[in-house]
Nanobody, 124 residues
Framework: QVQLVESGGGLVQAGGSLRLSCAAS????????MGWFRQAPGKDREFVAA????????TYADSVKGRFTISTDNAKNTVYLQMNSLKPEDTAVYYC?????????????????WGQGTKVTVSS
């Protein structure tokens, strides 16, 4: 089993920045890909970004490309999501997820472990 705990959410004004963290514990060596997803009120959970634990490959949703950066610190078993130029439409609960498979995937169903989420609110 792998446990994921997100932190770093909060309230920020439009144009501001936040950095989310996801601390992983347990059998982290079994996971190859880490991802961030988000779910706004009344909407489905959607993909935001993913990274291989080695750090050599990343992928982003078009809506965040150029504004968000995913990174990993394997020594700390932590994945980060740096969010810049935040917009009100970025308001959501952000979830960290881990995938056993090696390929970078965008589907919610393709991730095996999930955190409880951290709330991000962007005011206009």
């Amino acid at each position: 089993q792998v446990q994921l705990v997100e932190s770093g959410g909060g309230l920020v004004q439009a144009g501001g920045s936040l950095r989310l963290s996801c601390a992983a514990s347990g059998r982290t060596g079994s996971t190859a890909v880490m991802g961030w997803f988000r779910q706004a009120p009344g909407k489905d959970r959607e993909f935001v970004a993913a990274i291989r634990r080695s750090g050599e490959s990343t992928t982003y949703a078009d809506s965040v490309k150029g504004r968000f950066t995913i990174s990993t610190d394997n020594a700390k078993n932590t994945v980060y999501l740096q969010m810049n130029s935040l917009k009100p439409e970025d308001t959501a609960v952000y979830y960290c997820a881990a995938r056993l498979g090696f390929r970078l995937r965008l589907g919610v169903d393709e991730y095996d472990y999930w955190g409880q989420g951290t709330k991000v609110t962007v005011s206009s």
